[in-house]
């Protein structure tokens, strides 16, 4: 069973809006009642950058927070019922340009990639001035 699975990419004007989804596998969603959700983003030649986090306690979202480089254009939220992360991100810029990656762990948040143990094979996000 694949453990994330992203979708919602596209190829966009700048100004524009698009909204990412992740489904989330069973195994991921119940594997620890204390995670952490989050969206990362690779640009052709970049190293992959951390975007959003949201920390969950059982089924509660207990933080969510996005980096500064988006701050007031992206949030991050989740719909339970439907085991999904989403990603909406408006006021699209060309250095938004990226595969965005969603990314699940146990425990606290962190914006390194490296501690996470749970990956999708991300969506292409194209924005075009």
């Known amino acids: 069973q694949v453990p994330l699975m992203e979708s919602g990419g596209d190829s966009v004007q700048a100004g524009g809006s698009l909204r990412l989804s992740c489904t989330v596998s069973?195994?991921?969603?119940?594997?620890?009642?204390?995670?952490?959700m989050a969206w990362f983003r690779q640009a052709p030649g970049k190293e992959r950058e951390g975007v959003a986090v949201?920390?969950?306690?059982?089924?509660?979202?207990?933080?969510?927070k996005v980096s500064a480089s988006v701050k007031g254009r992206f949030t991050i939220s989740r719909d339970n019922a439907k085991n999904t992360l989403y990603l909406q991100m408006n006021s699209l810029k060309p250095e938004d340009t990226a595969m965005y990656y969603c990314a699940a762990r146990g425990g606290i948040c962190y914006y390194n990639e490296y501690l996470y143990n749970y990956w999708g094979q991300g969506t292409q996000v194209t924005v075009s001035s």
């Open positions: 069973g195994y991921v969603h119940t594997r620890d009642s204390r995670k952490c």
């Open positions: 949201l920390y969950t306690v059982g089924e509660a979202t207990a933080l969510s």
